[in-house]
């Protein structure tokens, strides 16, 4: 069978939740035996957006493979259980460096290189080969930004092309709107809707299905009235009420069977049942959680949710499994000081330190770590959380007063984290961190081992520095142990307190890899730590 595609624009505004959408429609799909894979197209010109400050883009996730990517890629992952790599993440970026390298190369001699045919050419490349790659049965194919602006009409260009050369029944466009409500009026409008349809049918494309993004229940008129001035089946309006939690979004759009209308589009079985029963536990937990526990995220983006969005996700899934519901608050470390800091944290039963660049709020995390080692509070260090956790040791257990990462001091006496070797020669920024999945072995005798149950592991990282292994010997003695070690460069991936309760820090990122249906067992560690 041809891999069939389906895409899913989006008009009105941006933030209706494109990915959450691509991925419910994922997890019906997939829930009915079909082997699908979810990629997003981004129209901007960075190569990925490891470059972009967390405040523009939100967090940059990470794949196994080590591509930075959207945090789209992270829903993806953690409603369908499947890894995403390299392949799933196109930016404008990336397709105008292979053309314009083809250019150079004399690919193309004698010939104009232009948006169409040759950007639009190089956008279908990579969207057929995805299907082809991984042999799946359906692509699905979030398109970033919002119908209408300039930068993305190639890729509208490329949905229109692959509808006629693919052929009938192979492809199908799922279009989200917003449908606002004016409380004044106390109407549901859905001409913004008529609009953002008129603005893609200009660009020849013919949306088979609208989701309909709106804060009150869509009425039978409405439905009816979209439909006829959108030119879809009433079956094909279909509305996505705000709900409390994203992981209900596929059950909602299974109620409206959305999964079987895109089924018969793309001339799909639709007879096997899906089958969403671990979904649907997964769901009831959520929402009976048998206790609380309130712990809180120490970092530098705190105003920005979405800047954390895998962890924030992690902790969820981690309640689930440990039947709690974890209160995350999140600090900003550079209010945190000497005088306040036990009034802030004293009322959490765990405290993590994220990831992070730069010396922005370093001191503030020292005083976080500190104060949870101090008072044998449950603690995790993620990334920049473990560093942070290592000079804290270094200075107030070791009595190293000046110890620091040379990230943030370069003549520091002690370098307990230091540049990697490999990174040295570096100058240029983009795509050139350690990236991606490493193996990890485990210490017998330590929490993380009893977490994971395994001797070795692999998880997903994003740094230039690490521990410094001059100083290892001297942390052991004094009480600070390396329990993960990468088996083939010897650099520490985690380390670990033996005589406090919980306190752990990891250099990589477990947070990528936690999903709905496999929370991670540091996290879920953690919160059945804090919940004591
Ligand atoms: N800035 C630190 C490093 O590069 C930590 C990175 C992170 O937290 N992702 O090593």
């Known amino acids: 069978m041809p891999t069939k595609h389906i895409f899913v624009t989006g008009g009105v505004a941006s933030s209706l939740g494109k990915g959450i959408i691509s991925s419910s429609i994922g997890k019906l799909l997939q829930a009915r035996g079909y082997n699908v894979t979810i990629q997003k197209l981004d129209p901007y010109i960075n190569i990925d957006p490891g470059t972009l400050n967390p405040y523009e883009h939100g967090e940059c996730f990470v794949t196994q493979d080590g591509a930075e990517t959207d945090l789209d890629l992270g829903h993806y992952e953690r409603f369908l259980d499947v890894p995403t790599s390299h392949a799933n993440s196109v930016t404008t970026g990336k397709v105008y460096q292979e053309v314009i390298s083809k250019e150079r190369r004399g690919d ?36 970033g930004g919002t119908v209408g602006d300039i930068e993305s009409l190639p890729y509208i260009e490329v949905v229109r092309q692959l509808r006629y050369e693919l052929g009938s029944g192979q492809v199908a466009v799922v279009h989200l709107t917003l449908v606002p409500y004016l409380s004044a009026a106390g109407e549901l409008k859905t001409k913004p809707t008529q609009h953002s349809v008129k603005m893609l049918l200009e660009n020849g494309v013919q949306p088979d299905v609208l989701v309909l993004r709106t804060e009150k229940k869509l009425s039978e008129g409405i439905r009816r009235k979209v439909a006829l001035f959108c030119n879809v089946d009433k079956d094909s309006v279909v509305e996505s009420v705000d709900v409390s939690t994203i992981y209900e979004v596929p059950l909602l759009m299974l109620d409206q069977k959305l999964d079987e209308t895109l089924l018969k589009k793309l001339n799909l079985e639709s007879d096997r049942k899906p089958d969403l029963n671990n979904w649907r536990e997964f769901i009831y937990k959520l929402y009976n959680p048998k206790r609380q526990v309130s712990v809180v995220l120490v970092g530098k983006y705190v105003e920005l949710p979405d800047a954390y969005k895998s962890i924030i996700e992690a902790f969820i899934h981690a309640g689930v499994k440990n039947d709690c519901k974890v209160n995350v608050t999140r600090i900003h470390a550079t209010d945190l000081s000497e005088e306040n800091v036990e009034d802030k944290l ?44 290592v000079v804290e040791f270094a200075r107030n257990v070791m009595k190293m007063k000046d110890a620091h990462s040379t990230e943030m001091e370069h003549a520091t006496q002690h370098p307990v984290i230091d540049l990697m070797e490999q990174q040295k020669g570096i100058t240029e920024k983009g795509g050139t961190m ?23 592991i692999s998880e997903r990282h994003r740094h230039r520095y690490e521990f410094n292994n001059f100083y290892l010997g001297e942390f052991e003695k004094a009480g600070m142990k390396a329990v993960g070690i990468n088996p083939e460069t010897g650099l520490v991936e985690i380390i670990e307190i033996p005589t406090h309760k919980w306190y752990v820090g990891t250099q990589f990122h477990p947070e990528y890899s936690s999903t709905v249906l496999h929370p991670h067992p540091l996290f879920t560690g953690f919160v059945k730590a804090a919940l004591g």
Do not use: W
């Not at 004293?346 to 709020?361: N, W």
């Open 108 to 143: 193309y001699l004698g010939k104009t290189v232009q948006v169409i045919p040759h950007i639009t050419d190089e956008i279908k490349r990579r969207i057929l080969m995805l299907g082809n790659r991984n042999k799946v049965d359906v692509v699905i194919t979030e398109i």
């Open 346 to 389: 004293k009322i959490f039963q765990g405290i993590m330190v994220a990831p992070g660049f730069g010396e922005r709020g370093f001191e503030g995390k020292i005083l976080a770590a500190r104060y949870a080692r101090e008072h044998n509070i449950p603690f995790f260090g993620v990334c920049l959380g473990m560093q942070v956790a």
């Open 434 to 456: 350690r990236l991606g999945a490493y193996p990890c072995k485990l210490v017998k005798d330590s929490k993380v081992y009893t977490a994971y149950n395994r001797n070795e």
